[in-house]
């Protein structure tokens, strides 16, 4: 094949090549506008797991590669005066210019042509694909392919609201990765430094807009923009200047992330390589390395002799996925350093914590691998603010509420049955909580429990009120006299979302003719078209509403349950009122935020003062309508939980969605983590999440870094009412309890996952 290559950074070079080694006969040119050592970054992050699968494709430039490397094992993270280190992390780092000249080296040696200073005009880009068999654009994120074939590869370009410069300095950070942390006039401000060579580390300097604004980087020279920076980070600079290698741009130098998407990376023999198709923040250090797995995967496909546009559509398939893993644990540690500042206030050990796991890539158990000692020391510190002297994992760590103590922090989520009759709770209500208060977690929920005959759901939801005390009782007196459990009955009205059939009869459709009710809502707007329009309320059925909820919690406290919540999220009748897309009202309920959370404040201060001061209150609310600026947006959500901390909420249970069905929610793993998190730390609150979590990793990272305290598991309990002491088994915690019934499961669990571990090992 004749090649042209675009772009002489690593991604391009390391392509050329990688299609050299797989066939020498392959004539390849790459063309790069800057002269050839030219370079504008410093250093560059590769780790073991990127250097073997270097290795495994060319031994020789792996080698070339490693003999230059710098290598280090921690990462510290320094708070003003204060420092925590962590070790294990096994990260090495190369100066790019050496590192492009080394490429190029092997590229020359494998018979690659390398033209320098060449200037990449639309004429030019368009001349290269007509006279070659393959175009592969690898010339960066500013790639001018990507822009002239716009239309092909519909990129999107989302600019990051953090400022940072690439800098350099002598002072070497050779004992660490190290994150620098100085509060200053204008705010926070921080640097990620590391050691490349025997004498030169990175210094990347960032910071939010307002501080940067404040500072007045945007008008300062580059030596004016440096020395500044010299001055604020002046203790950890030993004395050492900082350097830059930009002197070609006019300014600061300063610049913002464009984290670059594109939709197609290929149309006919033009294809997207490196920063071109897709970019990774900085903070995780990964562009290069994508880049080059890229290139070894491209020339993978281009060399299975099979047609150019299969070959292409192949390496997009499977090369978009793998880039898409990276550039979203990117885009969590991008998003966590642009709230770094909701974090600063953290104890030291829950800060490095938080950082360490900001892109989700690495879980609690890896770091144990990393660094075990240091990662008992926080679980230590953990059980320790919560007044315990135990070193088990954070999931096991005791919670208080009130007078509410809970033995963990794992709880059983709330999830509709769709079981009862006339409102009426049955013996699949008793053995199904009964069941998960069993199995090892610290709180159950119950499912939603209806206000009203009117306010149900379904047909098949319960209700709370004096009815159906005897059969709630039996359940909690049952979980009181047999288990270390608490109990939490969950209230609510369905709203504009009742009427409807069970679940698996069709979710969200109305019942059949002649079976429906009447509904009440905010405003008269159905859930979909052919459901119950329901009625606006009025004054008079807010205050006949506000007395059922009233006769509820004091219904609830009859039956003996530990906790209630209100429920005010997922489009019910108290959310109805609360989010605009389902609040249409022009009287004092409708409009401003205040307005609209008037009535739902009003239901939680009549269930607060009607339920036992010693008892904690919850609400649930959706912090996220998925709507975008037409619904809650997770801002306006801090606001609504602040209300209602105010009013006298113990914790407020995070959650998002199910408003309306024109929603476009983007789920994941932990996907509603960020919301609680944003919640606890800005209002200071304690929150409960829930979302696709489903590992006792995922428990432990979100409780350690501070972004809940307590982890609702729906669908793992539906599977396995005993998932907490399964957990247990799986992690090596004999100390969890088993009911004395189960004494000889447990005693055998322990000793099967023993046996497994000493085989696998």
Not at 221 to 228: E, N, P, R
Not at 478 to 497: L, M, N, P, S, Y
Not at 718 to 734: K, M, N, S
Request: include cysteine; proline fraction near 4%.
């Amino acid at each position: 094949m004749q090649i042209a290559v675009l772009g002489g950074g690593p991604a391009g070079l390391y392509f050329a090549i990688s299609m050299k080694l797989r066939d020498a006969a392959h004539d390849i040119t790459v063309y790069e506008r800057n002269r050839a050592d030219d370079t504008f970054g410093w250093g560059v992050v590769l780790s073991d797991e990127t250097m073997a699968n270097f290795e495994d494709n060319d031994p020789v430039s792996e080698k070339m590669i490693r003999d230059k490397f710098a290598y280090w094992d921690d990462v510290k993270v320094v708070r003003g005066d204060e420092a925590m280190t962590s070790g294990g992390h096994g990260f090495c780092g190369i100066g790019r210019k050496q590192m492009l000249l080394l490429l190029q080296q092997r590229a020359r040696e494998l018979g690659v042509k390398l033209e320098f200073e060449t200037d990449i005009t639309p004429e030019k880009i368009e001349e290269l694909k007509a006279g070659n068999d393959l175009l592969v654009a690898a010339d960066g994120l500013n790639s001018k392919t990507r822009s002239h074939f716009e239309d092909k590869f519909r990129p999107e370009i989302d600019m990051r609201r953090n400022h940072f410069v690439w800098l350099g300095t002598h002072q070497k950070f050779d004992d660490a990765f190290t994150f620098i942390f100085e509060q200053t006039e204008h705010g926070w401000i921080w640097a990620h430094a590391y050691q490349f060579d025997d004498d030169t580390a990175t210094f990347i300097v960032e910071c939010g807009p307002e501080t940067y604004e404040a500072f007045g980087f945007d008008k300062l020279s580059q030596q004016d923009s440096i020395a500044l920076c010299e001055k604020i980070f002046a203790k950890h600079l030993g004395g050492h200047a900082l350097m830059t290698n930009a002197n070609h741009i006019r300014g600061s130098a300063w610049i913002r992330f464009p984290r670059v998407t594109c939709e197609n990376w290929y149309f006919d023999n033009v294809v997207l390589l490196g920063d071109a198709s897709a970019t990774a923040h900085f903070s995780i250090g990964s562009g290069s390395k994508l880049g080059m797995e890229s290139a070894i995967s491209l020339a993978e496909e281009l060399s299975r002799d099979k047609p150019l546009a299969e070959a292409l559509q192949t390496y997009e398939d499977e090369r978009k996925l793998q880039v898409l893993r990276v550039t979203s644990a990117a885009r969590n540690s991008t998003e966590w350093f642009e709230e770094v500042e909701r974090y600063l206030g953290l104890d030291m050990m829950q800060l490095n914590y938080a950082l360490l796991t900001r892109s989700q890539r690495i879980s609690h158990e890896n770091l144990r691998l990393r660094d075990p000692e240091w990662l008992a020391s926080a679980e230590s510190w953990f059980h320790s603010q919560a007044g315990s002297n135990s070193t088990r994992r954070p999931m096991f760590a005791p919670f208080k509420l009130r007078d509410m103590e809970l033995k963990n922090r794992i709880v059983v989520s709330p999830m509709a049955q769709y079981k009862a009759t006339g409102g009426m709770p049955n013996d699949w209500h008793f053995v199904h909580y009964a069941e998960r208060a069993k199995g090892g977690a610290g709180l159950v929920f119950t499912e939603m429990l209806c206000v009203s005959m009117d306010g149900r759901i379904t047909p098949g939801c319960p209700c709370i009120g004096p009815e159906q005390v005897p059969a709630w009782k039996r359940l909690t007196d049952f979980v009181h006299a047999e288990t270390d459990a608490r109990i939490c009955a969950q209230i609510g009205h369905a709203g504009r979302k009742g009427s409807t059939r069970l679940a698996w009869d069709g979710i969200d459709k109305p019942l059949a003719e002649g079976e429906n009710w009447p509904l009440l809502a905010a405003s008269a707007i159905p859930l979909m078209e052919g459901n119950v329009v329901p009625k606006a309320m009025d004054r008079a059925d807010m205050d006949r509403v506000k007395e059922q909820f009233i006769e509820s919690v004091r219904a609830a406290d009859q039956a003996g349950f530990d906790m209630i919540e209100m429920h005010g999220a997922h489009g019910y009748l108290l959310a109805s009122f609360i989010s605009p897309i389902t609040n249409r009202r022009d009287d004092g309920y409708g409009g401003s935020l205040e307005n609209r959370m008037r009535y739902p404040l009003e239901i939680f201060a009549a269930m607060r003062a009607e339920w036992p001061a010693t008892k904690p209150m919850t609400v649930r609310i959706s912090a996220h309508d998925w709507m975008g600026e037409d619904g809650v947006t997770p801002e306006e959500a801090v606001q609504i939980a602040a209300m209602f901390k105010a009013a006298g909420a113990d914790a407020i249970n995070v959650s998002s969605g199910q408003t309306d069905k024109a929603e476009q929610p983007v789920y994941g793993r932990m996907f509603q983590v960020p919301f609680a998190d944003r919640v606890r730390n800005e209002i200071g609150a304690p929150t409960l999440v829930a979302g696709n979590i489903y590992e006792p990793d995922h428990v432990n990272s979100i409780l350690m870094a501070g972004r809940a305290d307590l982890v609702l598991l729906a669908r793992p309990h539906l599977a396995d009412p005993y998932w907490t002491l399964h957990a247990a088994v799986e992690l090596g915690d004999t100390e969890q309890s088993w009911p004395k019934p189960y004494e000889g499961g447990r005693r055998q669990a322990n000793t099967l996952a023993e046996r497994a571990k000493a085989m696998a090992t």
